[in-house]
């Protein structure tokens, strides 16, 4: 039996050397296939067996090596470290590898020491958050709705508010951090270093969102690597629209050439390691349903402001319920007390509350993401027609045009009557208060 | 070296200032979340029955073309759905 302990040295060397995960295999495992001291004493890794793999990982193999990993010299490598280190472990067979996700691009070791445990924080905040709104979600129940929400309710919006509120901090705090720091960017002008650090949270939080998704659905395990995973024909078919975007396959300063099935393509994606509903932001929470928003279908939902009549000449000849969308409880608990909160201000549209609930919302909503903003007003504009009569949204429609400066976002131009594009246009009135409020 | 369109991608991001890695770091990232959404979306309008049989052709190893087909077949303008996940990902993105 081995009894060697593992050495950073030797760790390293093993990656350097051109059998670089075998090396590293070996020096966790032992060539014998004995275990080294701190991992399992059983087995061998044999050709990189998945099973072994996972009991390795299980141990805490690749946590360990991600330590190791800032170590390993990179300033004169064109190839980024995690680039590098998963084309290694993708060569051996190895899917899995260590969390990408959480490297920054400039200098993994110096994020690590200087910010690195504000980012663990900010992590686990953002789990905490993600997991208080999905228990929001069960609370939404159609029975709350009903009867109320009560002190349960209150019970939960002061956790809800907390989980946020730590959110909220530790993300400034890591943000205060970086920019404070020549760890991260050093050289780039500090616009670009938050501006990364804006859509990298983004994109943490969305993908977190989507993990609850595929969590609550209980398709995690079933789909997610058979269908993104590397080799995955579901991904494969999707890959002409990815690069349609744009998005697949980006080559870097490296030279990597835009090939599908490249390893670059697949670095730093849960997705392609098999991960789907297990990444960073997701593991270790309990997710209950985080269904999905459809977000912009304001945005989506334009018409031509020269195919609209004037509102202000509408005559509402009558009074009819519009059944046109329900209100449902498919949507996230926290954007559907916001726009209960809107909806019930809207409705006072002269009143102070109506702007500074407006507001409020959107800054409390993560900073006044778009997409956020756009979930209330989707939800307000879709409650709002399914709860009151067209007269009544025409009222305040024209209110609305009256007291927002109606002229200069054109709600003058839509015409409410026309039930088939009553979506269209409860979509339409909430993307342009949007935008009249984000400016 | 990027393409044209990819390049671009860069560019609607406001990413060019950034450093190459990085740049590579987040269209990873958002390639990442394009295609779990896809999976969740496209699981989400199946019906339990076409999701067993999504997954019985998952586990077969189903070819690209097959399972597109099955999805198209099953899922109203499938397509559409597909390019404005992707389109409304990218706006979320850009005013992240």
Redesign the interface.
């Known amino acids: 039996m081995m009894s060697q302990e593992i050495k950073k040295e030797t760790l390293i060397e093993g990656f350097q050397s051109s059998d670089s995960a075998r090396g590293f295999l070996d020096a966790a495992v032992g060539a014998d296939g004995e275990a080294a001291a701190g991992f399992p004493q059983e087995g061998n890794v044999d050709g990189g067996s998945q099973k072994e793999l996972e009991r390795l990982e299980a141990a805490g193999l690749f946590q360990k090596l991600e330590e190791y990993v800032p170590e390993v010299p990179v300033a004169n490598e064109m190839i ?1 470290i995690n ?1 590098r280190i998963s084309r290694e472990l993708e060569s051996y067979g190895i899917k899995k590898y260590p969390d990408v ?1 959480r ?4 200098d993994v070791r110096e994020e690590k020491s200087e910010t690195g445990e504000l980012r663990d924080r900010l992590d686990a905040a953002r789990r905490a958050y993600i997991a208080k709104c999905d228990t929001g979600q069960e609370k939404s129940s159609l029975l709350m709705r009903i009867f109320g929400f009560g002190a349960d309710l209150g019970r939960f919006n002061a956790e809800l508010q907390e989980a946020k509120s730590n959110y909220e901090k530790a993300l400034e705090a890591y943000k205060d951090a970086v920019a404070g720091s020549s760890a991260i ?1 050093n050289g ?2 500090a616009e ?1 270093r938050m ?2 650090l ?7 939080f ?2 977190a969102k ?2 609850a ?2 969590e609550a ?1 209980g ?1 995690s395990e ?3 690597d ?3 995973g590397s080799g ?7 890959i002409k ?8 396959a ?6 990597v ?2 090939d599908v099935n490249h390893p ?1 393509a ?7 390691d098999g991960n ?2 297990k ?1 960073s932001a997701a593991n270790g929470s309990e997710y209950a349903v985080y ?2 928003i ?3 279908e304001a ?2 939902a334009t018409t031509s402001p020269s195919e609209m009549p004037d509102v202000s000449e509408i005559q509402v000849a009558e009074v009819t319920p519009i059944e046109a969308v329900p209100a449902g409880n498919e949507f996230d608990f926290e954007i559907d007390m916001l726009a209960q909160q809107y909806r019930e201000s809207a409705k006072n549209v002269h009143s102070p509350e109506y702007a500074k609930v407006y507001n409020d919302s959107v800054v409390a909503l993560l900073g006044g ?3 956020l903003m756009g979930e209330i007003m989707d939800r307000n504009a879709q409650e709002y027609i399914h709860e009151n009569t067209q007269s009544d949204t025409v009222k305040l429609l024209d209110s609305l045009r009256k007291s927002l400066a109606g002229d200069a976002i054109g709600l003058k131009k839509l015409d409410p009557r026309a039930d088939e594009d009553m979506f269209a246009w409860s979509a339409r009135v909430a993307d342009m208060m949007r935008k009249r409020w984000s400016k | ?3 044209q ?6 560019r609607e ?3 060019e ?28 309008k199946l019906s339990p029955i076409d ?1 067993e049989l ?2 019985g052709m ?2 077969n ?8 087909n099955f999805l198209k077949e099953n899922i109203h303008n499938y397509d559409e759905l ?3 996940i ?8 850009k ?2």
């Open positions: 980024p680039v996700n490297t920054v691009g400039f960017g780039y002008d670009s501006g990364f804006d859509k990298r949270e983004y994109l943490d969305a993908g989507d993990d998704r595929l659905g398709w079933k789909f997610g058979k269908a993104v995955g024909n579901f991904k494969n078919f999707l629209y990815l690069r349609e975007a744009g998005l697949y980006v080559g870097s300063g490296d030279g050439q835009n670059s697949q670095i730093g994606s849960d997705a392609d789907v509903g990444n269904p999905g459809s977000g912009n945005a989506s993401r778009g997409v | 070296m990027n393409t369109i990819q390049n671009d991608t860069i991001f406001g990413l200032n950034l450093p190459a890695d990085s740049q590579e770091e987040l269209i990873a990232k958002m390639t990442e979340v394009v295609l779990k959404r896809m999976l969740v979306e496209t699981l989400e999701q999504f997954g998952l586990e190893q189903a070819g690209p073309d097959e399972i597109e597909l390019r404005k992707i389109s409304e990902l990218k706006m979320e993105v005013n992240a």
